[in-house]
């Protein structure tokens, strides 16, 4: 916390006690906090984590991520430029035993006059939980090797750390959000709520900026597994250049695995890692009633055990809450159609991007009107999850710094700044959030509190300051 924000804060806490009004008390915070307002520049061509790795024919650009709905499969991909080369990971428990091997399969795509490298993808099956795996891509000439380790088998008291970035691209801000995460944290994977590269944005959707950008993040991904949602910018629809299929780019390169939790496409599906239970939406994918996703998510969240995965998480790229005037309600229509579900079961929390700032919500719901009734406002309820925009990765486009005044009853802390969060889950009732500003030390976190499971423990936990 700033010193500003400590004295509101203190302030704040005053009025309270002395008006001894819950409503008073409701009264959300906007962060005094100003970064130096700057461009987010890209980072260029030759810059040195774009650099593709040595040796003939180098896999590159190698990134994991869950490859089942357990956490017992691992999805490794990555890319050949010269030749395709082989497709088979080779794997272990020991570093120098790679005595396992999985074949995978490789394939192309073009974009307008752009063709893409070899891009392999291959899923390795039948881990051990909570297990490190060394793995090597590539042929004996230039292999690479790395490592991750599995989550360990889920149950209700199994502690977990997830990071979370959105609409990260590859800015030098980018690169210093990367940095800020790896140096932070103890976590173990990312949930990624959308826009990935921002390639969209340069002349004919540069596919090239695809390659840059999945080289950037392999210091990082070739050893955790990051959980994708997909979001605006990966649409990728342009009738102007003949490409027509929309997601085109970034469904060859970057799989989930959808299938395993009986979705029928992509870019909506489901995945336990360890007390977490994560649910991903597509924001850019027909949701309407009686649509694939919308028959999907119905049958979905009956199936979720929380005396197993106590935690329910939704990820999706435009967030349902946001009092920025960017992309303002641009996530209503889902919301409408889905809120009531999150109140019925219980979501503990909803973290989305596409708003480039940050932004954490009260407890609040908002499924009472019903077109006459007048009752359109969201209130407090303890059934309802908190909602946080987290888009602040530091993409090209910078940041999102207008927001609509006065600040919304529901919305508990707000700041323009871009940097990432840490999801500390201790077990089934207790998990420690902290969002931490790129401007800040890895031990300084400009918004952090105690969330309480909604299932085991409902209390109200949105004014918790830690
Ligand atoms: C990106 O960040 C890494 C880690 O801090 C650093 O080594 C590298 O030089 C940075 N690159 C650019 C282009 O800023
Ligand atoms: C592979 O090596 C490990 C020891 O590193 C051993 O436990 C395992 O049984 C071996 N598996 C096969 C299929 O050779
Ligand atoms: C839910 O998970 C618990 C703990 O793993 C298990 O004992 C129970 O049988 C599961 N319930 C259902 C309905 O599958
Ligand atoms: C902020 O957004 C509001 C609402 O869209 C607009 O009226 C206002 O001009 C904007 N302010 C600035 C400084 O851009
Ligand atoms: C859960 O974790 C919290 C925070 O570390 C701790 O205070 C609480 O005692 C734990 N609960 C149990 C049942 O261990
Ligand atoms: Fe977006």
């Not at 520049?41 to 040195?48: E, F, R, V």
């Not at 499969?73 to 497709?87: H, L, Q």
């Not at 070899?118 to 004996?140: M, N, R």
Request: glycine share 6%.
């Amino acid at each position: 916390m700033g010193l500003a924000n400590r004295i509101g804060a203190v302030a704040l806490a005053v009025a309270c006690a002395v008006l001894l009004l819950g409503v008073a008390c409701r009264a959300g915070q906007t962060s005094e906090y100003r970064r130096l307002l700057g461009q987010a520049i890209d980072m260029p061509l030759d810059a040195d984590v774009f650099r593709a790795p040595p040796g003939h024919n180098a896999p590159q650009q190698v990134h994991i991520t869950q490859g089942d709905h357990e956490g017992t499969a691992m999805i490794i991909p990555w890319v050949t430029t010269v030749e395709p080369g082989s497709s088979t990971v080779l794997y272990g428990t020991s570093e120098d035993n790679l005595n396992y091997s999985a074949k995978g399969k490789h394939s192309q795509y073009t974009f307008y006059k752009y063709t893409s490298g070899y891009i392999h993808h291959c899923t390795i099956k039948k881990l051990k939980f909570d297990t490190k795996y060394y793995y090597a891509v590539g042929t004996e000439e230039t292999l690479r090797k790395f490592w991750f380790r599995t989550p360990p088998k889920s149950g209700p008291d199994v502690p977990y750390t997830f990071g979370l970035i959105g609409d990260l691209g590859q800015s030098f801000d980018s690169n210093v959000t990367l940095a800020h995460y790896e140096s932070n944290s103890e976590a173990q994977a990312v949930l990624f709520v959308g826009d990935l590269t921002y390639a969209d944005n340069y002349p004919y959707h540069d596919n090239t900026r695809w390659d840059t950008w999945a080289r950037f993040v392999e210091r990082n991904l070739a050893y955790q597994p990051w959980i994708w949602t997909a979001g605006n910018h990966e649409i990728d629809f342009a009738p102007e250049l003949g490409e027509t299929k929309p997601f085109k780019p970034y469904s060859s390169r970057y799989h989930t695995p959808y299938k395993s939790s009986g979705s029928t496409a992509p870019y909506w599906y489901s995945i336990k890692r360890a007390s977490a239970y994560i649910i991903v939406l597509a924001s850019y994918s027909a949701y309407g009633k009686y649509t694939p996703q919308y028959k999907w998510l119905e049958s979905e969240f009956p199936k979720v055990n929380r005396s197993e995965t106590p935690w329910l998480i939704v990820l999706m790229h435009a967030p349902w809450y946001n009092s920025y005037n960017y992309h303002y309600m641009e996530g209503e229509s889902m919301r409408v159609m889905y809120e009531p579900w999150f109140v019925k079961y219980k979501v503990d929390l909803v973290f989305a991007g596409h708003v480039h700032a940050y932004e954490r919500t009260h407890r609040i719901s908002n499924v009472a009107y019903n077109i006459i009734n007048g009752l359109c406002s969201p209130i407090p309820d303890q059934s309802a999850p908190v909602y946080i925009t987290i888009g602040d990765g530091g993409n090209q486009e910078g940041l999102a710094t207008n927001m609509s005044e006065p600040q919304p009853s529901y919305s508990a802390f707000r700041e323009a700044s871009f940097g990432h969060a840490i999801l500390d889950i201790k077990n089934r009732t207790h998990a420690y959030y902290a969002w931490h500003r790129n401007q800040d030390g890895a031990a300084v976190a400009a918004d952090a509190l105690w969330f309480t499971n909604r299932y085991w423990m409902p209390t109200d936990d949105s004014f918790n300051d830690a």
